[in-house]
């Protein structure tokens, strides 16, 4: 048994939250143990870069965000990632560095690749084993948020157009991976998602 960096991504109102519940049950009754956390915000001061890059008000430099995701991320990774995946312990995790290279990158104004390379040194190039992209129409992730009747932040104001990017951006990330990669419809039914991603993980478990 070693340890296992699983990744979730995938726009608003994919469904994230949901599977990595079902995961994380599925994981114990594996008998591993596991660390489900989150960017931003895994950390207490990730907490406090939470709030300043998804709830202030007014502008945001586009490189100063992606500094600030960038800075959540190499002391989430240090001091929680690192040292769980060192005690062999599985670490769940909604959003890492493809959120980046999918959010900022879509900007336009910051190229893809020079977002990867910030969170590369940020991390120093920790790679997820497995990363699971629940695949949504943006406009049917925002139609479930407005159902949930969720308050948008920051990110989820941005344009449709915006999200459409985000979402062109994240398969293409896929595509140049496709080992790490497992991209899941995310309008099929929660179980059947949860079957696709457990199917997977469980050959990961056996390579072990
Ligand atoms: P998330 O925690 O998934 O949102 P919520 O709790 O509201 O469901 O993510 C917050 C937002 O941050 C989301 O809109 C995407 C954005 N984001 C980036 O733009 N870049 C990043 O590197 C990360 C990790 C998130």
């Known amino acids: 048994m070693a340890g296992l960096f699983i990744t979730l991504e995938g726009g608003d109102g994919s469904g994230k939250t949901t599977q990595a519940a079902l995961l994380e049950a599925w994981l114990g009754?594996?008998?591993?143990?596991?660390?489900?956390?989150?960017?931003?915000?895994?950390t207490d001061l990730g907490l406090e870069l939470r709030q300043i890059v998804l709830h202030r008000r007014g502008h945001i430099a586009a490189r100063a965000e992606a500094l600030l995701y960038a800075a959540d991320r190499a002391h989430h990774v240090e001091t929680l990632v690192r040292p769980a995946?060192?005690?062999?312990?599985?670490?769940?995790?909604?959003?890492?560095?493809?959120?980046?290279?999918?959010?900022?990158?879509?900007?336009?104004?910051?190229?893809?690749?020079?977002?990867?390379?910030?969170?590369?040194w940020a991390t120093g190039g920790l790679t997820p084993d497995l990363t699971v992209l629940l695949d949504l129409d943006p406009q049917v992730?925002?139609?479930?948020?407005?159902?949930?009747?969720?308050?948008?932040?920051?990110?989820?104001?941005?344009?449709?157009?915006?999200?459409?990017?985000?979402?062109?951006?994240?398969l293409a990330i896929a595509r140049a991976e496709p080992a790490r990669f497992l991209?899941?419809?995310?309008?099929?039914?929660?179980a059947e998602v949860a079957a696709a991603v457990r199917a997977r993980v469980a050959d990961l478990l056996t390579e072990q």
Do not use: I, M, N
């Not at 009754?29 to 895994?42: D, L, N, S, W, Y």
């Not at 995946?85 to 599985?90: I, K, M, T």
């Not at 991209?183 to 929660?190: E, F, I, R, S």
């Open 29 to 42: 009754e594996q008998g591993r143990r596991v660390v489900r956390t989150r960017e931003p915000g895994g």
């Open 85 to 120: 995946l060192d005690r062999d312990e599985v670490v769940l995790q909604d959003r890492y560095v493809d959120s980046s290279v999918a959010y900022q990158g879509a900007g336009r104004v910051l190229g893809g690749d020079e977002v990867r390379e910030l969170s590369v």
């Open 141 to 170: 992730g925002r139609s479930r948020l407005d159902a949930a009747e969720k308050s948008w932040d920051r990110l989820e104001s941005e344009a449709a157009a915006f999200h459409g990017r985000v979402r062109d951006s994240y």
């Open 183 to 190: 991209v899941v419809d995310a309008t099929l039914p929660v």
